[in-house]
């Protein structure tokens, strides 16, 4: 939401990032900090829900390109055009000065008014003329009504309705119900924007919009890479030494069979095309990653065999090669 702290908070350097950064890299990076500092993940650390809020508002303005260019020229307003009374070079703080002795960064909206037309005046527009709107819905300019202020809701869905999306309904501020359509894909953390269905304008403007944060439960099997859709397949050791074909479970559909190779190792990723998130914009892949599983328990042939098993193959020792290299 655009207000003055934009003066203030570098939603780059929260999330870590170049101001050029294009538009998938800036997701990249929001969802390596997102899983990193989700409350979820973080019980009991008293500043992990307001690192997550951080990170999550650095996202929402940077990754709409109307709010991240408003916010753009708010930051550069800040550090870049610095004019004194007189049209020279010189500090920010120099500007709000002329307006009243020790009044700095507690300005109201009528001294931002005239701050704006000062500017246009002295740079020949710019940033337009005008009003300075500050309001919690965003930043549109500084001529015309004043737009309305967002209003923020949270709700929580299970994996299954982000990944295939859903119409869901949650109940407003005014306590009417209203619908949101929760689109296929969505991923933990982020905002699903109702242009228009916030607060009214003050004076006829536009309205603001209901921005709904979308927390996903963990599912207990499948979990989200991207478009892709991961599950960890444990097989036996004569599965992985000898080779099998097994069947592996995808999300809400039957399941397919896979064939191990012989000798797979654990971590070895099987990829089934076109089982992973399908949205507008693609459709992931199902990767199936072995773990090959140790028996917790042996009867007494098992034993018996795995001991006369290791006699034929003690003569290959599978960590030779890593010894070698750690003496150099």
Known sequence: MANQDWFDKDFYKILGVSKDVSAADLKKAYRK????????????????????????????????????????????????????????????????????????????????????SMFNQQQG???????????????????????????????????????????????GED?????????????DGQKVRLRGRGRPSPDGGENGDIVVQVAVRKHPVFERDGLNLRVTVPVTFTEAALGATIEVPTLGGDPVKLRVAPGTPSGRVLRVKGRGVQTAKGTGDLLAVVQVAVPAHLDDAAREALERFHELESKENPRADMMAKARG
Do not use: W
């Not at 295939?164 to 109940?171: D, F, H, V, Y």
């Not at 306590?175 to 991923?187: L, N």
């Open 33 to 116: 900090l997102a899983r990193t500092h989700h409350p979820d993940s973080n019980q009991g650390a008293a500043n992990a829900e307001a690192k997550f809020k951080e990170i999550s508002e650095a996202y929402a303005v940077l990754s709409d390109p109307e709010q991240r260019e408003e916010y753009d020229q708010i930051r550069a307003m800040g550090s870049g055009a610095r004019f004194t009374a007189g049209g020279q070079p010189g500090g920010f703080e120099d500007v709000f000065s002329m307006f009243g002795q020790g009044r700095g960064r507690g300005q109201s909206a009528e001294d931002f008014d005239d701050i704006f």
């Open 125 to 171: 527009g710019g940033f337009g003329t005008g009003r300075f709107g500050q309001t919690s819905g965003g930043f549109r300019g500084y001529g015309g009504p004043q737009r309305g202020s967002d209003v923020t809701a949270r709700t929580t869905i299970d994996f299954v309705t982000a990944t295939k999306g859903e119409t869901i309904t949650l109940q």
């Open 175 to 187: 306590g009417k119900p209203f619908k949101v359509k929760i689109p296929a894909g969505v991923s």
